[in-house]
Each structure stands twice: as structure tokens, then as C-alpha cells.
């Protein structure tokens, strides 16, 4: 398929720095045209927009592919060591874009395409989005990915091929409704299938032991329902280098042709059992962020592509090598939250079984393979499992468990038995893996792995002294922070093609593999002239958003408003409540005062709530009641507006940044780890409205305070207040009449006939319940400072130069948060794997 991948042996090593391997246009054209044909039996003009997209993809995937095998090619030859990348969801959004822009062939395609008589947009919009994430977690792990390759890591990622990832949210009546995505319809261009790796994993059962003729005792599964897990691998394509890294993600199918287990023979509803196993394994993703729901089928869902994944890269290592004692030098396992952590047990026991390896030997490689991130602080994240479910279903892992548990217990013991003032037995209450009925899948991370991670300085900080307080003591040398990062090839190179152009005149394209060179805009923040260009590009983009509402709302915006933007998932903790109620607020002053000054603002939301969530529902349905009514009050002539975009997601994420002028990141102080969507807006000239909370504090650090709008609570004093008390909403409620009026307007029938609607939200902020304290987010306490930093919002956007030069600055300071940087850093601190430099050609 690939002609220009032939090596090119003429050209001197010179030559070879200089080259870049050019987009062959006549080609690619040539390559739709007969892919169209031979997929459809049709010429371009009676193709359908979805059917050239297709043949599109198969043409870039030609491209691919030759990179791909060339990078694997070298990986096989240079055998370096690789990080294999652990993770329930990699949130890709779509690939065909975002493929032509790190082959550096998107300005080319976009040409041929408009030759043909096509808009590359509208056929980029025929591809679903790859959404095998929840938000934050899966996204990030998204952006490692093309850091990795980018920057010529060996990498894999390792993942579940859901049959449906995160559904789709359709609104009706302002209620959310959540539709089934059947991404993988259409087929999906870019993904190979790799039956010749599939694995057999087991579950359930139980454990028999046998003795061998030199008394060594072996164990054995016996009794098990068994699925087989199919990869399919995607190219993960690095910018402009050449490097193909590769995305596996595990199918579940029965095991049909295999045979029962000679235990099982004849045993014809165990084989009925099998077969309905396979068929729900991988039907969908999970859609809780921030959230442990406990169901069994998630944890089958952990343990199948853990097995997998962990078979397959000892499988991998020993077709090299002979001694599997130094698979720690060849192989890490980086576990993206406690989500993969069986992989700890699961490499236990295939030290231990399969390879026979003493406990010590096998829990000295386990320990110098495994490494953890921890994404989240707040409690009902925990993961963990029910020992009688965990043990049923996992028999085999569940006794190695108990067995890491054990030797930890006793490390405990040895360490604290004889110190003064500290309970032994309270230590290991607290530490233990197994306590209480429940195998705690945090604490196994930090025993076993050789590395624990937060996601940014403030969320490393908490966890070392309120959280994991115990395991730092313990443990301080595996603790460290990975500030969070985002790939400016899609969150900016391509979502905002305007900017990008911009920052590239202005500063020369190295930012796009080297972000910090972006800082080279900060001599031109005071600068009137680009900053009349810059607004004049955000305006563009403020139309291109506006055009979107009004197709998929029919809702107009005013363009000249001040977009202001909170998207992301919703949940109590980041608080859209806050924001909602507060737009409230000002539309009860504009009808109080209709000759107020007031900047016409266009207050923009997206969400997907968990769809067990009652609160998180219930704000959606109050953020489009509040929409419906202030946006068809003539008496305030258009000057709020307030949009919920149906389906947030990746790709229209992408349209969203490039529109906003304020970046709503108002999570309680201490409880938002690090977000990321904070970063996308900085990159894409917003301003940041936030409270001192997860990264927020080192964007603030970096483009300085007086070019963000920050409020609230620290997360200092949020902590102080969880342990010791002292905060009363009911004592605001009672003296503030703003904010009584707003909150009475949830219950009052003023935005819903159906008084009692929204009396879960009005008891949420008020009514202390057995357990909890009211106002859990401390909405109440920071809606005062909020308001004032809105306020502060208007004032300054009404200086359009000042506005200009604090978002250039916003740009100017995003170089530390491309996640190439986070990747180095994990690859320096944590990983040290060696780059692979590939000879490029085509
Ligand atoms: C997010 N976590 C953090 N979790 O909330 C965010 N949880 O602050 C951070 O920036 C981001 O991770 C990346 O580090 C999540 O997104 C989940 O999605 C999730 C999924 C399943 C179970 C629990």
C-alpha cells in the first residue's frame, strides 16, 4: 500500500535532519477515488458524506500503517524498555483529524478535499467519537498517549474495547436522557484485529492445591467459566516523527471452539454460563466519574483486560529474553488510578504459578514493575471490594491478596510495636488491604507499586498529609507529583485552527512539539495591534460556537456577549449549582433594575451526569428551566442568555475552548484533583473564574493573579472546617437576603410549577441529614466572593485592550501544561525509558 515508505538510501545524515517527508496530495486523491470504489461500487459524487469519510480513513490509515510497523520493527530490534499504560478508559475522541494533523498532512487532505468539492469538517463530523472515558481520567490517559509517541516513547496503552462507551445525553423537557452509543456501527477504520494474541482468562471456580514429586506445593483453578480476550489495536501516531505507538484494547468473546476444562466436561449449563460471560463482559463502559458503584460486573470487567494485558506483556518480554528476574528493566506497569490494580496480584500469580518463582522473588519484580496515580480524594471514589465477592470471583487472586495483606500487617507491626504514642492496632485499622469484609484496592497500589502519584502539586500535598497521610509516613520516597498536562496538537493545533495560525506567525511553529516556545507571545500582550488580531480571531470563533447552538439549540447568542463557559461532568463538587443559582441572581437584579450596567453575557454549560445521580440530574433540569425563562423574557432584551450544549464530548469540547472567554473552574477548594479542561481554556486565550483548587493554583502561578478572577474558600480552610466544624449555610440563608432569595426560588414556584422539583437541591444547600453536614460544597459560603469576582469579570472585559493582553498572557504562560512535559517527567522520575528515533521516510 505504501510505495513512500521505501527507504531512501541516498540522502546523507544531513540531508536526513532536513527531510521532511512531504504529503503526497495526487496520491491521497487517487486513494479516496479507489477506495470509494471499491468499498461502495461508487464514483465521489454518489458517495455519501459518512462513506467518504471512510474511504478517507482507509487512505490515511495506508499512511499509517508503514510508520507503524517501521516503529514496531524498531522497537523489536533496539528492545527497549516500555511503559505499558493501564487504563479503564482512554477517551479519544475522533481520530481521523487528529491522524492528518501529527502526520502533518491536514493543511493537504483539507486541500484535496476542497478539489473534490468537499468540506474536510463535514467529513471529519461523520466519524463518532471513540468515548471509551467518563472525563478527566480518560482524557488524560488520551493525551499521554500522543505525548508519548510524539515524543518517541515505546508505549503501550491498554484498554477495554467497549461495545458502547459513555452514552450519549439527549435533553428533553431539560431532563437528561441518556442514549445508547453504538460507536463501532459504521465499523471503525483505523482498528486492527489481532486474534493470533488473544488470551484465555479465568473467573470463578476455586483453588485446588497439588503436590508435585519434590513436595512443592502448585496451585490450580479449577471450575472456572473462562472468556477469551481478543485485542484490536489502534495506531497512536506521533507528531511528525514517524513514530506509531500502539492503543490495545481487549474484546471479549466466548470460547466456543476451545474446549471445556476435562473437570467440566459434559457440564452443559457451565458452558450456557461461559457464553453469557463473554457476551456482557465489554458491553459498556461504566459511566460514574468520581464515583465506586461496586457492581460485580465492573470488577470481571478489571480483572479481564488486566489478565490479558499482563499475559501478554510477559508473553511479550519473554520472547526475548530468558530470565524473567529482570522484567523490571524492560517493563513497567503505570496504573491509572486503583482501577487496573489487580494487575498486581495477576503478575503474583503468574510469577508464582506459571514461572515458580519463590514469594520473594516474585513480589521484588511485582514491586519494581507496578506504579500508581491517584486522581481523586473524595471518599466515595474508594474502591472497594466486598471480600466475598472479590474472593468468589477471583479465588486464585484473592489468596495472594491475602498473602500481600499478611506481610504488610506484619510490617506494620515490626515497625510501630514499640513506638511510643502510636496504636498498632489503629494502624493497621487504617493501612490494612484487607479490613472490615473489603479488599481496599488504594492501599494494595501504594504497598506494591514503587511509585505514587498525584496529578498536581496542591492534590500531592493533601494526599501526603490528610489521606495517605499513613503511607506516606511509611513510605515517603514513593510519593511524588505529576502535574497534569494536554496535548496542544488537538486541543489547539487542530480545535482552533484561527490561534494556531496566529501563534504560528507570530512565534514560529516549534510550539507545537515544544509548547513552552508559546511564551514567546508575551512581548506582544501590550501590543494594540495584535491585540485587535487576537480578538478579532476569538470573535470567529465566538461565531463558529454561535453557529452550533443555534443548529443543535436553536438558540441564538450574541456573538459580542461575554461567552462564559463551565463544561465538564457534572458533579456537587464542581459546583455548576453555584453557577446556575448565581445567574439567577443576576437576572433577579436585571428585573429589579433594568437600567443597571450590564455586559450581555452568554453563560454556556455541558454536562453528562452519572445516571444514578438524582442531584446531578436535577441541575441540568434546573440549568434549561432557568434557560427557558430568562431566555424568553423580553423585559431583559437578550442580555443573559444561558445555553446547556446538549452531548458534551471531545469533539465539540474542541469548538467550545476556542470560544470561551471565561473558564469556569469553581470546584470546592481541595476536592477538584487537578482538572485538565482548565488547561484547554488557558491554551485557547480564556480566563480563568476559579477558586485556589487543583491546578488552578499553578496556572495562577504561572500567568500571574491578576490575570485570573480568584474567589473563595482555601483549600486550607475547607479542610479545617471538615475536621473541626464550624460551618452553618443555615446562618447565610438567614442573613443574606440575595442568596435567600435565590435559594427560596428553587422551592417557590418561580422557575417550576412543580414546587417540589427541586426541593433536593434546596435540601442539599439547607437541611442537615443524619450523616452529612448541609451545603457539603460549601456553595453558600463562597456564592458572596463568587458574585464579586463576576462582577470583577464584567469590569474588566469592558477594557477590550486590558481583556486582550491578560488572555494573550493566558496563552503566553500555557508552555508548562502541554502533557508532552508531564510525560517527561514520569519518563525522567518514574519510568526511565530510553527515545527512539526512527530513519523517516514518507
Ligand atoms: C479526574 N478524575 C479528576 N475520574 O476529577 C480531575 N473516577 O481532577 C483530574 O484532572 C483528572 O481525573 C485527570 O487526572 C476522573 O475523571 C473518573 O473519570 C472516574 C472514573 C471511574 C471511577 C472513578
Known amino acids: 500500500a505504501c510505495e513512500e515508505d521505501a527507504v531512501n538510501t541516498e540522502s546523507t545524515p544531513a540531508e536526513k535532519a532536513e527531510e521532511k517527508p512531504v504529503f503526497d496530495k495526487e496520491l491521497f486523491k487517487r486513494s479516496i477515488l479507489y477506495n470509494v470504489m471499491n468499498m461502495y461500487r461508487k464514483n465521489l459524487e454518489e458517495a455519501t458524506p459518512q462513506q467518504i469519510f471512510q474511504a478517507a480513513s482507509y487512505s490515511i490509515k495506508d499512511r499509517v500503517i508503514g510508520n507503524w510497523m517501521n516503529t514496531q520493527k524498531a522497537y523489536e530490534k533496539e528492545d527497549p524498555k516500555m511503559v505499558y499504560y493501564m487504563s479503564m478508559e482512554f477517551l479519544m475522541g475522533r481520530a481521523l483529524g487528529n491522524n492528518m494533523i501529527n502526520l502533518e498532512a491536514y493543511q493537504g487532505a483539507k486541500e484535496v478535499l476542497e478539489e473534490l468539492g468537499l468540506d474536510i469538517n463535514v467529513i471529519e463530523d461523520q466519524e463518532p467519537d471513540a468515548a471509551l472515558g467518563n472525563g478527566g481520567l480518560g482524557r488524560l490517559a488520551a493525551c499521554f498517549l500522543d505525548s508519548l509517541a510524539t515524543l518517541g516513547y515505546p508505549a503501550y496503552g491498554c484498554g477495554i474495547r467497549y461495545r458502547y462507551g459513555m452514552f450519549k445525553q439527549e435533553i428533553r423537557d431539560g431532563f437528561q436522557v441518556e442514549v445508547p452509543d453504538n460507536w463501532l456501527a459504521e465499523g471503525n477504520p483505523f482498528e486492527l484485529r489481532r486474534p493470533e494474541y488473544a488470551k484465555v482468562v479465568k473467573f470463578g471456580g476455586h483453588v485446588s492445591v497439588r503436590c508435585d514429586e519434590n513436595g512443592r506445593n502448585h496451585f490450580v483453578q479449577e471450575g472456572y467459566q473462562a472468556v477469551r480476550a481478543i485485542p484490536y489495536d489502534l495506531p497512536i501516531v506521533g507528531y511528525g516523527n514517524g513514530i506509531v505507538n500502539t492503543l490495545r484494547i481487549w474484546d471479549a468473546e466466548s470460547m466456543g471452539g476451545f474446549q471445556l476444562d476435562s473437570f467440566d466436561k459434559g457440564d452443559y449449563s457451565k458452558a450456557v454460563e461461559q457464553e453469557n460471560l463473554a457476551r456482557n463482559l465489554v458491553d459498556v463502559l461504566y459511566p460514574n466519574d468520581n464515583h465506586y458503584a461496586g457492581k460485580e460486573l465492573r470488577l470481571k470487567q478489571q480483572y479481564f483486560f488486566i489478565s490479558a494485558s499482563v499475559q501478554e506483556a510477559v508473553e511479550k518480554y519473554m520472547r526475548k529474553h530468558d530470565d524473567i528476574h529482570r522484567f523490571p528493566e524492560k517493563v513497567t506497569f503505570q496504573l491509572n488510578d486503583t482501577h487496573p490494580t489487580v494487575a498486581i496480584p495477576e503478575l503474583m500469580r503468574i510469577l508464582l504459578d506459571e514461572y515458580n518463582l519463590g514469594w520473594d522473588e516474585a513480589w521484588d519484580i511485582t ?230 450596567e450590564f455586559f450581555p453575557r452568554t453563560f454556556i454549560f455541558g454536562a453528562k451526569a452519572a445516571a444514578g445521580y438524582r442531584n446531578a440530574k436535577l441541575t441540568i433540569k434546573l440549568i434549561n428551566t432557568v434557560a427557558d425563562v430568562v431566555n424568553n423574557d423580553a423585559s431583559i432584551k437578550g442580555k443573559i442568555k444561558v445555553v446547556f450544549i446538549e452531548n458534551y464530548n471531545v469533539s465539540n469540547a474542541e469548538i467550545i475552548f476556542a470560544a470561551a472567554d471565561v473558564s469556569e473552574q469553581i470546584s470546592t477548594a481541595s476536592k477538584e484533583a487537578s482538572g485538565t479542561g482548565n488547561m484547554k481554556f488557558m491554551l485557547n486565550g480564556a480566563i480563568t473564574l476559579g477558586t485556589l483548587d487543583g491546578a488552578n493554583v499553578e496556572i495562577v502561578e504561572e500567568v500571574g493573579r491578576e490575570n485570573a478572577f480568584i474567589f473563595g474558600l482555601s483549600s486550607n480552610e475547607v479542610i479545617h472546617f471538615e475536621n473541626n466544624g464550624g460551618y452553618d449555610p443555615m446562618q447565610i440563608f438567614n442573613t443574606d437576603a440575595d442568596i435567600r432569595k435565590v435559594v427560596n426560588q428553587l422551592i417557590d414556584g418561580t422557575y417550576s410549577a412543580d414546587k417540589e422539583l427541586f426541593r433536593p437541591l434546596y435540601n442539599s444547600l439547607l437541611n442537615t441529614l443524619s450523616t452529612n453536614r448541609a451545603d457539603t460544597y460549601f456553595i453558600l459560603k463562597d456564592f458572596k466572593s463568587y458574585a464579586e469576582a463576576q462582577k470583577k469579570v464584567e469590569a474588566a472585559y469592558r477594557d477590550r485592550s486590558g481583556w486582550a493582553k491578560s488572555a494573550i498572557l493566558n496563552v503566553a504562560c500555557s508552555g508548562k501544561f502541554t502533557s508532552d512535559r508531564t510525560i517527561q517527567q514520569y519518563v525522567d522520575e518514574i519510568w526511565h525509558l530510553d527515545k527512539v528515533t526512527l530513519q523517516q521516510n514518507g
Open 367 to 596: 514491586t519494581r514493575t507496578c506504579a500508581y496515580t491517584n486522581h481523586t480524594i473524595m471518599a466515595e471514589a474508594l474502591e472497594k471490594w466486598p471480600i466475598d465477592l472479590f474472593s468468589r470471583l477471583l479465588p486464585r487472586i484473592y489468596q495472594i491478596v491475602e498473602e500481600i495483606n499478611r506481610r504488610f500487617v506484619q510490617q506494620i507491626e515490626e515497625k510501630y510495636a514499640h513506638v511510643y504514642n502510636v496504636n498498632v492496632q489503629e494502624k493497621i485499622r487504617k493501612m490494612a488491604i484487607l479490613y472490615d469484609g473489603q479488599v481496599k484496592m488504594a492501599h494494595m497500589a501504594i504497598v506494591a507499586g514503587y511509585s505514587v502519584n498525584g496529578v498536581a502539586r496542591l492534590h500531592t500535598e493533601i494526599l501526603k498529609s490528610e489521606e495517605l497521610r499513613d503511607f506516606y509516613e511509611m513510605f515517603p520516597e514513593r510519593f511524588n507529583n505529576k502535574t497534569n498536562g494536554i496535548t496542544q496538537r488537538r486541543f489547539l493545533l487542530h480545535g482552533n485552527p484561527l490561534l494556531a495560525q496566529w501563534v504560528t506567525e507570530k512565534v514560529g511553529d516549534s510550539w507545537i512539539t515544544d509548547l513552552p516556545q508559546i511564551s514567546g507571545l508575551k512581548k506582544l500582550a501590550d501590543d494594540a495591534e495584535a491585540q485587535k488580531e487576537f480578538m478579532e480571531i476569538k470573535y470567529q470563533n465566538k461565531l463558529r460556537l454561535a453557529k452550533y447552538i443555534k443548529e443543535h439549540n436553536d438558540i441564538e447568542v450574541d456573538p459580542n456577549s461575554i461567552f462564559d463557559v463551565q463544561v465538564k461532568r457534572l458533579h456537587e463538587y464542581k459546583r455548576q449549582l453555584m453557577n446556575i443559582l448565581h445567574v439567577m441572581h443576576l437576572y433577579n437584579e436585571l428585573k429589579a433594575h433594568p437600567d443597571m
